[in-house]
């Protein structure tokens, strides 16, 4: 059963940053494209960032330009860096599958940025 567990967030301060780690387990990592996701409290979870099991990576307008997502597949884990943080990047932050999820998320870590 594949897990997932992340880590790295926190309370900064807006133009801060903070790097976001997710190790995966119980699965085959390296074969599958995955993704970084955010839900803000009252808002439906979305997408922030993706990256192929090749490396391509792909970012919402929102975070474009500020947000880096990588992996390393020796480590199973993904790993979203993010700079220039903004107020509206509070949320709760997940990673999982890209495209069709693995059918359970782990619990996330918060990121609160403050004005």
């Known amino acids: 059963q594949v897990q997932l567990v992340e880590s790295g967030g926190g309370l900064v301060q807006a133009g801060g940053s903070l790097r976001l780690s997710c190790a995966v387990s119980g699965i085959i990592f390296r074969i599958y494209a995955m993704g970084w996701y955010r839900q803000a409290p009252g808002k439906q979870r979305e997408l922030v960032a993706t990256i192929t099991n090749r490396g391509n990576t792909n970012y919402a307008d929102s975070v474009k330009g500020r947000f880096t997502i990588s992996r390393d597949n020796a480590k199973n884990t993904v790993y979203l860096q993010m700079n220039s943080l903004k107020p509206e990047d509070t949320a709760v932050y997940y990673c999982?599958?890209?495209?069709?999820?693995?059918?359970?998320w782990g619990q996330g870590t918060q990121v609160t940025v403050s004005s």
């Open positions: 999982n599958r890209f495209g069709t999820d693995f059918g359970s």
